[in-house]
């Protein structure tokens, strides 16, 4: 189910990535893998985080990554999609194959009213 996701997802204009919508991603929470690139108290706190998502502080990207999946399908989550976007772009270039941002971050998830761990 996750393929058809990247797969209808259109190119982010700021990298080789592709770009989904908050509510686009619900139907495949469970069978990708959600990546949340905040810091561990922005991870708790205010915002919340995505039910399965796994906290990968942006700096501790390239060491977390080594044993994933490169084929794997991946969505990078931030606070507003700054972070992720820089994520995504280090993921395409550590050989990362489909690699989706999260449109709005968080702030874009709380926007859409869509359910959050805190």
Do not use: Y
């Not at 990298?15 to 929470?29: C, I, K, T, W, Y």
């Not at 069978?31 to 919340?48: I, K, Y």
């Not at 989550?77 to 941002?101: H, I, P, Y």
């Amino acid at each position: 189910m996750s393929h058809a996701l990247f797969d209808s997802s259109p190119e982010s204009p700021a990298g080789p990535f592709r770009d989904v919508e908050p509510h686009a991603l619900v139907p495949h929470l469970g069978s990708l893998h959600v990546v949340d690139v905040r810091e561990p108290d922005e991870f708790v706190g205010e915002l919340g985080h995505i039910l399965g998502a796994d906290l990968v502080p942006l700096g501790t990207v390239d060491g977390a990554t080594k044993a994933w999946d490169r084929a794997a399908d991946v969505v990078v989550v931030c606070r507003s999609g700054k972070r992720s976007t820089e994520a995504a772009r280090k993921l395409v270039a550590l050989g990362f194959q489909r690699v989706m941002n999260l449109r709005g971050g968080m702030m874009g998830w709380n926007a859409a009213a869509l359910p959050v761990v805190r």
